[in-house]
């Protein structure tokens, strides 16, 4: 399956090396194999023990048009050891770095890697890709994702049930396996009891200090789990929009998860879910493909107006969006901040319409259309 980045990753190749990021089973490694069988190279692995002997020794083939290197930030002082390989690589061999885990999540200090790379993260398949790739209708594809999610093998499974086995599967062994590269081990129980109360509490501010409690650990504890989460690629995180950045990181966040099939909830639910990875997959292609500084948040006021989610672009906001399953009366926070928040495009996307309408300042979208204009 052609991904939306692929284009994009060989462009970049062509002046400096990448480094493809994104959670586990998204794509990377496919992505990979897909150019190496295109263009000639070779794969290593630093996980596997073979590979990681020859990553070590740097043993790779130097005809090696494209050479990959994976999961290379576990190793200590990746950064000083990547800018020798780089450096000193021969004249026209391509250098695409890939990893599961957030890889500024590694400070190990040693040398910067600033002017030598472009950085691209590779999220599940949308509406978009699953309608290039099957010849799906929009309504199709959307109903497809609820079901499934967009992670390849999942989505691309012959029944639910494959989809199903391959979800529990994956969520016990992140968080089984891949915590331990961040925390104690007697700390994944905590934090795997952590993340099945977070499937629940999907699209709501959320109180980290009334989770604590439950948990019996102090807020700041579980700070650091969350981030953990979120390193992992598990969960992500919406903050508020405020032109004070400190105030907008003290105020409560919301948590969305990038398989919507890890959603306990009912449609709406899973639906803004959805909206929230499509969304957050949008803003990270404008960063990562335009270089534009562009973010995802959502607001609310003291009184209790909130829109689910808007779309900063440096500081100002260009994008208002509410999400509803059926409702296709304008929401009355939405019309507020369209009217507030200046010259700002408002949508209401709704899952269940038939048809675009405007209502004001606001436009109110089938979802299904909706996602599939999104560039990514």
């Known amino acids: 399956m052609q991904r939306y980045l692929d284009q994009r990753v060989?462009?970049?190749?062509?002046?400096?090396?990448?480094?493809?990021?994104?959670?586990?089973?998204?794509?990377?490694?496919?992505?990979?194999?897909?150019?190496?069988?295109?263009?000639?190279?070779?794969?290593?692995?630093?996980?596997?023990?073979?590979?990681?002997?020859?990553?070590?020794?740097?043993r790779w083939s130097p005809q090696a048009s494209l050479l990959v290197l994976d999961e290379v930030h576990k190793m200590p002082s990746w950064k000083a050891w990547l800018k020798g390989v780089y450096d000193g690589k021969p004249p026209g061999q391509q250098l695409l770095v890939t990893g599961?885990?957030?890889?500024?999540?590694?400070?190990?200090?040693?040398?910067?890697?600033?002017?030598r790379f472009f950085g691209l993260?590779?999220?599940?398949?949308?509406?978009?890709?699953?309608?290039?790739?099957t010849g799906a209708e929009p309504e199709a594809a959307l109903a497809h994702l609820l079901e499934r999610g967009g992670f390849p093998e999942p989505c691309l499974a012959?029944?639910?049930?494959?989809?199903q086995r391959w979800r529990r599967q994956y969520f016990d062994g992140l968080v089984r396996?891949?915590?331990?590269?961040?925390?104690?081990?007697?700390?994944?129980?905590?934090?795997?009891?952590?993340?099945?109360?977070?499937?629940?509490?999907?699209?709501?501010?959320?109180?980290?200090?009334?989770?604590?409690?439950?948990?019996?650990?102090?807020?700041?504890?579980?700070?650091?789990?969350?981030?953990?989460?979120?390193?992992?690629?598990i969960v992500f995180v919406v903050r508020p929009w405020h032109h004070n950045i400190g105030r907008s990181v003290l105020q409560a966040p919301k948590v969305y998860f990038f398989d919507t099939g890890l959603v306990e909830g009912d449609e709406g639910i899973r639906f803004e879910n959805l909206m929230a990875t499509a969304l957050l997959k949008q803003v990270q292609?404008?960063?990562?493909?335009?270089?534009?500084?562009?973010?995802?948040?959502?607001?609310?006021?003291?009184?209790?107006?909130e829109v689910d989610f808007a779309i900063s672009e440096g500081k100002r906001l260009t994008h208002l969006v509410e999400c509803k399953l059926?409702?296709?009366?304008?929401?009355?926070?939405?019309?507020?901040?369209?009217?507030?928040?200046?010259?700002?495009q408002a949508v209401q996307v709704v899952r269940n319409v038939r048809h675009a309408f405007a209502a004001g300042a606001v436009e109110v979208a089938p979802a299904p259309a909706y996602l599939r204009g999104l560039a990514a």
């Open 326 to 344: 059926s409702d296709d009366k304008p929401h009355r926070a939405l019309l507020r901040f369209a009217s507030e928040q200046g010259p700002v």
């Open 177 to 233: 396996n891949d915590v331990l590269e961040f925390s104690r081990i007697q700390e994944v129980a905590a934090i795997r009891l952590f993340a099945e109360m977070l499937r629940s509490r999907v699209g709501s501010p959320l109180s980290l200090a009334s989770i604590a409690r439950d948990l019996a650990v102090s807020p700041v504890t579980l700070k650091k789990y969350l981030a953990i989460l979120e390193a992992l690629y």
């Open 285 to 305: 292609w404008q960063h990562d493909v335009l270089g534009q500084e562009a973010g995802l948040h959502y607001l609310r006021t003291k009184d209790g107006a």
């Open 100 to 115: 599961s885990a957030r890889m500024d999540t590694f400070r190990q200090g040693g040398e910067s890697l600033a002017g």
């Open 10 to 58: 060989q462009a970049d190749l062509a002046s400096k090396m990448v480094f493809l990021t994104g959670p586990r089973q998204v794509g990377k490694t496919t992505l990979s194999r897909q150019l190496i069988a295109q263009r000639g190279g070779q794969y290593l692995n630093y996980d596997v023990a073979a590979d990681r002997a020859i990553i070590l020794n740097q």
């Open 158 to 163: 012959p029944d639910a049930t494959g989809a």
């Open 121 to 133: 993260r590779l999220h599940p398949i949308s509406v978009r890709e699953w309608c290039d790739h």
